[in-house]
């Protein structure tokens, strides 16, 4: 029996826990001037949020219109998207770092009729993506800005007009209205080729893929949890897992708007848990080893042995079992001298637990963490899931695996290996693209997620590969490159890693050094070097390249090993086109980029 949410929709549950919450925290917020966290209580946000509705009925809004939200992570996106659904409109919401072209393409698409953007930034990429479109309305801008043209209005003015129109009538009803099957966002999925596709998804499926969540999760969620947002909440995890679950359980959600500054704000903050991807996680690990080469003999001691420890206090903490005897008293004297000490420096010394999705995290980053106390909860879904449909939980972690299903939730394997869908939090389909969505679902109403996955006799996911990232080799060979690229990745010195060959007798790698771990390496081999595009050339640094490429492919077919690698000087980010929003590698994009640098590796015979 799943636990019921106040509400057929958020902005009901919202209200309802304003009520109840009053004058408590509801999210913490920096700053401007400052850098400190302040905290807003739910009275607060429930004063914006109806002012904020009033403003867009008083403004013509009506049920079904659509408004974008391009903004990063701060409490206004909260405010605006539930006035937003309040009055029966849509969200659209838009990555903050997406280009003019990319805005451009989803108002023209979607029909959006009103915007809200975050900043100078975010107000000038509208303007111009808006531009020719006559069904642009308003830009409200969150940050106190002169408005440029008579459509512009900052979101201080929006709310000081809504208290000047209290539709508090209006806005009950509407409220009241709102069918649970109808549409509550279109999110457009980050494809790597070709025009996103506009996800429906059903004020149903959040509250479904939320009370699912809740109700897996509820002895370890409650309203003393506090939580980082820091993944972009127009991705569709962050917004489920990391705002609309914690928001419903009564939880307080502090807003980091910048990753670069994630332990800074973690630090501050003391989440008791978090939402994030895997690069977080990696980063952390690479860094900590990375600086044990300069520490003293005794500490690089008393490090191996604690991480010995880790090892052995493994499947305890996998499998919720509590320490005792010797052991237990082991490992309080390597918590004490270690483990709290890097909890503490990371921000992480009140984490229950941390939830890693998007994409694949690497066994030994979920090991190094788990092994100290830190459980990271590896979960699978997909924007067209809302998208959690599976997650180890604290009391029974695999790492290697994505857990098992949510409550209500059927996962299948296809004949083809395909990982199937099917439960209430899958979407109502491709916005405009009535072919796509045809073309997402089995006959018997399973959605056909693109990856390739085994279920154990347990019921847990193994996601093996995506579907068409498979390379086929010219001798007819099918192989998978996430699960190389992440044994790759599990070297101090490799960031990055792409592997290549679809269609080519052998596979060849794109490979982007961690740089830091690498400088201090050369400084201590004593290589002199002006840059970074120099330093990867040194004969030296190729050998410790290909040392580390031979140790990891040792365990690989033959057919499976890396023959030739180059490394690159810059890393790939969504800004210089290589990754997704979601931080996922858009293969073709780099084949094209580094047309010349594949083409070297592959010298004609």
Not at 30 to 40: E, S, V, W, Y
Not at 438 to 456: K, P, Q, S
Not at 539 to 548: G, K, M, N, P
């Amino acid at each position: 029996m799943l636990d019921a949410l106040p509400g057929k929709t958020m902005p009901e549950i919202f209200f309802h826990n304003c009520g109840v919450y009053g004058e408590r925290a509801c999210v913490s917020a920096k700053d401007r001037a400052t850098g400190a966290f302040g905290d807003i209580s739910w009275g607060e946000m429930d004063a914006m949020v109806r002012r904020l509705a009033y403003h867009l009925i008083a403004g013509g809004v009506r049920p079904g219109d659509r408004i974008a939200v391009f903004s990063p992570n701060r409490y206004e996106w909260w405010v605006a998207d539930l006035a937003i659904l309040s009055v029966g409109a849509v969200n659209v919401p838009i990555y903050p770092t997406n280009s003019i072209d990319e805005t451009r393409y989803i108002f023209e698409h979607a029909g959006v009729s009103m915007c809200f953007a975050a900043s100078q930034e975010h107000l000038l990429k509208a303007l111009s993506a808006a531009k020719g479109l006559p069904g642009m309305r308003q830009i409200v801008v969150f940050d106190d800005l002169a408005a440029l043209d008579e459509r512009i209005m900052t979101f201080a003015a929006a709310l000081e007009n809504g208290a000047k129109f209290p539709h508090e009538a209006e806005l009950a009803a509407r409220l009241a209205q709102i069918d649970p099957e109808t549409m509550a966002t279109i999110i457009y999925t980050s494809g790597t080729t070709g025009n996103p596709k506009g996800v429906m998804l059903s004020h149903r499926n959040f509250v479904s893929n939320a009370r699912q969540v809740y109700t897996k999760f509820k002895e370890y969620i409650d309203d003393r949890q506090v939580l980082l947002s820091f993944l972009p909440l127009s991705h569709s995890l962050e917004r489920t897992a990391g705002y609309y679950m914690p928001m419903a359980a009564g939880c307080t959600v502090a807003f980091c708007e910048d990753f670069t500054g994630i332990i800074a704000d973690m630090q501050a903050v003391r989440p008791t848990f978090i939402i994030s991807v895997p690069r977080l996680y990696e980063k952390i690990h690479t860094v900590i080893r990375s600086r044990l080469p300069d520490a003293s003999i005794a500490k690089k001691l008393l490090f191996r042995l604690a991480m010995g420890t880790a090892r052995r206090n493994l499947p305890l903490e996998t499998n919720n079992v509590s320490r005792a005897g010797i052991f237990a008293l082991r490992y309080a004297i390597f918590n004490r001298l270690v483990y709290a000490r890097v909890k503490e420096a990371l921000g992480m010394d009140r984490m229950q637990f941390a939830v890693s999705g998007g994409a694949p995290l690497a066994v030994s980053d979920a090991e190094f963490f788990i092994g100290m106390g830190i459980r990271i909860l590896e979960g699978f879904g997909l924007t067209e899931t809302t998208p959690v449909a599976s997650v180890n939980t604290p009391w029974r972690i695999r790492p290697g695996t994505v857990g098992a299903a949510l409550p209500e939730t059927e996962l299948t394997v296809s004949d083809d290996g395909e990982l199937l869908i099917r439960g209430p939090q899958v979407m109502m389909g491709y916005y405009r693209d009535e072919r796509a969505t045809a073309e997402a679902f089995t006959a018997d109403g399973f959605f056909r997620t693109g990856d390739l996955a085994a279920i154990d006799d347990d019921g847990y996911v193994r996601i093996t590969g995506r579907i068409k990232d498979i390379i086929v080799t010219a001798g007819g060979k099918n192989i998978s490159p996430q699960n190389i690229e992440n044994s790759l990745k599990t070297s101090i010195y490799i960031e990055q890693v792409a592997v290549i060959g679809d269609r080519r007798k052998y596979l060849t790698a794109l490979v982007i050094p961690a740089f830091e771990p690498l400088r201090l390496w050369a400084e201590r081999a004593g290589i002199a070097h002006a840059d970074m595009a120099e330093l990867i050339r040194n004969d030296r640094v190729i050998a410790l390249f290909q040392a580390e490429i031979d140790k990891r492919m040792a365990s690989l077919a033959r057919v499976e090993t890396i023959k030739r690698f180059t490394l690159l000087d810059a890393e790939w980010t969504q800004d210089t086109g290589e990754l997704t929003p979601s931080l996922k590698v858009k293969r073709r994009v780099l084949e094209e980029k580094y047309r010349n640098e594949i083409e070297a590796m592959y010298p004609p015979e």
